[in-house]
């Protein structure tokens, strides 16, 4: 079992960036696939970008692609995904989701564990 806590969502206005952190209760996330998922209330949750556990290909959904980027921390518990030129549309609850195996699916009932997520607000 392993639990996730997201952190470092807020409120910034477009253009701007904030960094969110996913800390894990395991001593390490090394053999699992990470990802990280958006939702806006009454909407399904969307892939936004997943990290195998060797690390070979980070996958990005086309949205954010060139604007995000998602990294395993020196400490092996935690991952981040670092969000630059902001825009009101990313508004939503992001999520830290994480799988045992090293596919990074995009589709998020192929995760097992999830956190509570952490809310981004984008201002225009």
């Known amino acids: 079992q392993v639990q996730l806590v997201e952190s470092g969502g807020g409120l910034v206005q477009a253009g701007g960036s904030l960094r969110l952190s996913c800390a894990a209760s395991?001593?390490?996330?090394?053999?699992?696939?990470m990802g990280w998922f958006r939702q806006v209330q009454g909407k399904e949750r969307e892939f936004v970008a997943a990290i195998p556990w060797t690390g070979s290909i980070t996958r990005y959904a086309d949205s954010v692609k060139g604007r995000f980027t998602f990294s395993r921390g020196d400490a092996r518990n935690t991952v981040f995904l670092q969000m630059n030129s902001l825009k009101p549309e990313d508004t939503a609850v992001y999520y830290c989701a994480a799988r045992g195996g090293d596919t990074a699916t995009t589709e998020a009932e192929n995760y097992s564990y999830w956190g509570q997520g952490t809310q981004v607000t984008v201002s225009s």
């Open positions: 395991s001593r390490t996330l090394d053999l699992y696939t």
